[in-house]
């Protein structure tokens, strides 16, 4: 695994801050995201190939936020796979993503392109080599959300529907179907468990700590909403205790009341300008 920093996107560390994953099978590497950049996918590639000795013959992406895909330029189309929602989800907004990215990790993506996979991946098994595969195309944190989980080892790559001792990012979340999702992922029989972003554990601690930080996100949004505080007033409401170890709780609490608050008041508010 590579470890991605426990920070937000910045020319300091040029958006490596979600983990990658990468296998080896005795047919060639796979490697789960291909991270933030074109340069990052070119060194990923090269360093899975030394780890391996082999060529990678499969890269997974988990789900379309940029951190994870943007190294696709180094891998051919054809080794390239993802959920169909991944792939609709790039093409609609990847050009947004690569100029976002570009303002955030500044040089650092030159050359960065939006690259789409030409393999879809549905639920069920592949076999790759002596590695069997589960994949688990399941949704919450955005509209498709892959987890991939290796059989006979027992370590799933939960992608970013499980985060670890990093608050979790909600821009294209939904909290009830991410909920599933974790209930979902805490059936397998884990063995390791690598995190979109955090340590990987020999525990299933991120997919609890996720659901925490769900279940806390939904109650303080929604009483704040029910006290009628306005939206920078629930953006300054304590969090509980227990958040003050997880880096960028504040940060990312913050920005999901950005996130959620605008539906809470779409959803709750009775529109002024409609007469039944
Ligand atoms: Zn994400």
Redesign the pocket.
Known sequence: MLVGADEAISRANGGAI?NIAIFDTSEGAIVVDTGPSRRYGVELEALARQLTGKPVVRALL????P??VFGCQAFSAKVLAAPKGVVDGLKQSGEDFATAMYYLAGDWMRGTEVVLPEIIINSGHEDIGERRLRYLVLDG??DS?LAVFDERSGILVA??LAFLDRAP?T??ADLPAWNRSIAELSQLSISRLVP??GPAETTPRALVQTGQWLKTLEERIMDSFERGLAMTEAMDEPLPAWTEKIALARYEYERSVMHLYPKLEADGWPRVDVSN
């Open positions: 979600a988990t789900h379309f936020h951190d994870h944190h955005t959300d992608g970013d990012t821009p294209h979109g972003h």
